[in-house]
C-alpha cells in the first residue's frame, strides 16, 4: 500500500494574512518562510514551517472563490489537511477501491508537486489533500 | 523566545471511531497506534501516528461535553491543532505579553505532558493547544 509520509500542512483560511501572523509569527515566534499569490486559488498563502510540517495561512483574494464562501459561511479556521504520500496516483488508486469519494481523480500537475482532495463525506468532514513532492522545493 | 518544535497532533471530533478508522486506517493505509479513554475530557481518542505528528480522532462519551456540544453544532471535522513547544511556561508567559487571549492561564499537568489552550479568537479562529512533553511517552 503506497505510503503516507507526514503531514505536510495545515491550512487555515483568513481575513487578513497580516493580522493574523501577529499571532502566528509575533507572538508564537514561528518564522515565516514567504508569502506567494495563488490566482489559480483565487488567493495569497503564507508559508510558515514548524518541524517537519507547515501551517499554511490562506486569505482569498475575490470574493467569489470556493475558499471565500467558506470563510463566509464557517468563519476563520482551519480549512484542509494534507499529508504527503510516496506515490499519489497509487494512493487515489487504493482509495478509489475502498470506496472512497474523492474531488479529483486524477491529480493536478503543478511545478514539485501533484495533489488531490478527498472528498469530506469519506473523512469524518475532513477536507483531506493528499500531495506527491515531485521535485526539491 | 520559547521554541515552537512541531505539530504534535491534529485533533479530528468524530461520531464514531471505528466508522472513521475506515477512512484512516483500512483507505488510507496509517497504522492505528491505540484507542484510549479519556474520561476527564468525556471522550475516547484514537491515536495515529503521520510522520512526526499524530491524527488524533476523537469520539464524544456523554452528551453534555464541549466536544460533543462542538461535533452537534458544526458536525464532524478538524476540532483543534496542537503544537509542541520547548517550555509551556515560557511560551504562556509570552503570549499573555503579546495580549493573546488564553483558555488556560496556567498548564493543565498530566503524566508525559503539560497542555493548555489559547482561544479562537486570538488565533484567527483555530482552536490551538500547546503541548511541553515532559518524559518518553
Redo the contacts between chains.
Keep these: 500500500?503506497?505510503?503516507?509520509?507526514?503531514?505536510n500542512h495545515?491550512a487555515?483560511v483568513?481575513?487578513d494574512i497580516e493580522?493574523?501572523l501577529?499571532?502566528?509569527e509575533?507572538?508564537?515566534?514561528?518564522k515565516l518562510d514567504h508569502i506567494e499569490e495563488v490566482p489559480s486559488q483565487a488567493s495569497k498563502v503564507a508559508f510558515i514551517p514548524?518541524?517537519?510540517?507547515e501551517?499554511e495561512?490562506v486569505q482569498p483574494t475575490t470574493a467569489d472563490s470556493g475558499m471565500a464562501a467558506y470563510l463566509e459561511k464557517?468563519?476563520?479556521?482551519?480549512h484542509h489537511?494534507c499529508?504527503?504520500v510516496e506515490d499519489i496516483e497509487a494512493?487515489i488508486q487504493?482509495?478509489r477501491e475502498?470506496?472512497?469519494r474523492l474531488i479529483n481523480e486524477t491529480p493536478q500537475v503543478l511545478p514539485g508537486r501533484k495533489m488531490a482532495f478527498i472528498h469530506?463525506k469519506?473523512?469524518?468532514?475532513?477536507l483531506v489533500e493528499l500531495y506527491e513532492i515531485t521535485a526539491a522545493g
Tied chains: 1, 2.
Design positions: 500500500m503506497s505510503k503516507v509520509k507526514k503531514i495545515v487555515i483568513v481575513r493580522e493574523s501577529k499571532f502566528w509575533t507572538a508564537m515566534g514561528l514548524v518541524g517537519d510540517s501551517i495561512l464557517r468563519g476563520e479556521g482551519m489537511l499529508v504527503e494512493k487504493e482509495l475502498a470506496g472512497v469530506p469519506s473523512t469524518s468532514g475532513v
